[in-house]
């Protein structure tokens, strides 16, 4: 991994976590964002063009597999659907979650510029809800007050770190 120009490399300790935590080397980390109450890393902040070229808005990217399970388990139950709808009924809440996009997106640019994916921001901003743990990873990087409905769905979650940190549920599947 290499540095961007105003930050250093991402720990070694760190990436070996993350690949436990994933399964797979992670590419294209820049840092890690957000760190779980049990230490490891559980959001990492990516390049917006991945080492092979691929392209990748998404800038704010959940690893750990507590927190990803605790998300998908809201996503299941139509918090979703549920926050688009809001979305179409609050116009304060549309405009607030107009603005998290606009965030999103400045930050990703920091880390360069991309065209196919300018514009773009992840997780159906700003229109829709389409992926809460881009939401979730988003509020936890930057603090609360930016993405509302990213707010939201973290104060949804129970304490996932509260069993085992994330690289012992790596380590056994099992847990």
């Given at each position: 991994?290499?540095?961007?120009?105003?930050?250093a490399p991402v720990?070694?300790?760190?990436?070996?976590?993350?690949?436990?935590?994933?399964?797979?080397?992670?590419?294209?980390?820049?840092?890690?964002?957000?760190?779980?109450?049990?230490?490891?890393?559980?959001?990492?902040?990516?390049?917006?063009?991945?080492?092979?070229?691929?392209?990748?808005?998404?800038?704010?990217?959940?690893?750990?597999?507590?927190?990803?399970?605790?998300?998908?388990?809201?996503?299941s139950v139509g918090?979703?659907?549920?926050?688009?709808?809001?979305?179409?009924?609050?116009?304060?809440?549309?405009?607030?979650?107009?603005?998290?996009?606009?965030?999103?997106?400045?930050?990703?640019?920091?880390?360069?510029?991309?065209?196919?994916?300018?514009?773009?921001?992840?997780?159906?901003?700003?229109?829709?809800?389409?992926?809460?743990?881009?939401?979730?990873?988003?509020?936890?990087?930057?603090?609360?007050?930016?993405?509302?409905?990213?707010?939201?769905?973290?104060?949804?979650?129970?304490?996932?770190?509260?069993?085992?940190?994330?690289?012992?549920?790596?380590?056994?599947?099992?847990?």
């Amino acid at each position: 991994m290499t540095a961007t120009p105003d930050r250093a490399p991402v720990a070694q300790e760190d990436l070996d976590a993350v690949e436990r935590q994933l399964g797979r080397i992670p590419r294209g980390v820049v840092e890690v964002s957000h760190r779980c109450p049990c230490g490891e890393p559980d959001v990492l902040r990516t390049l917006p063009l991945l080492p092979d070229g691929t392209p990748f808005p998404t800038s704010f990217y959940a690893t750990c597999p507590r927190l990803t399970g605790a998300i998908s388990t809201l996503e299941s139950v139509g918090v979703m659907r549920e926050m688009t709808d809001r979305l179409g009924e609050d116009d304060d809440l549309a405009a607030r979650y107009a603005a998290a996009h606009e965030d999103y997106l400045a930050r990703r640019n920091e880390l360069g510029q991309v065209d196919v994916i300018d514009g773009i921001s992840a997780g159906g901003m700003p229109t829709r809800v389409k992926c809460l743990h881009v939401l979730v990873a988003h509020s936890l990087s930057v603090g609360p007050g930016v993405n509302p409905l990213g707010d939201e769905a973290l104060e949804m979650l129970p304490d996932w770190w509260a069993s085992h940190p994330c690289t012992e549920l790596a380590e056994d599947p099992q847990q």
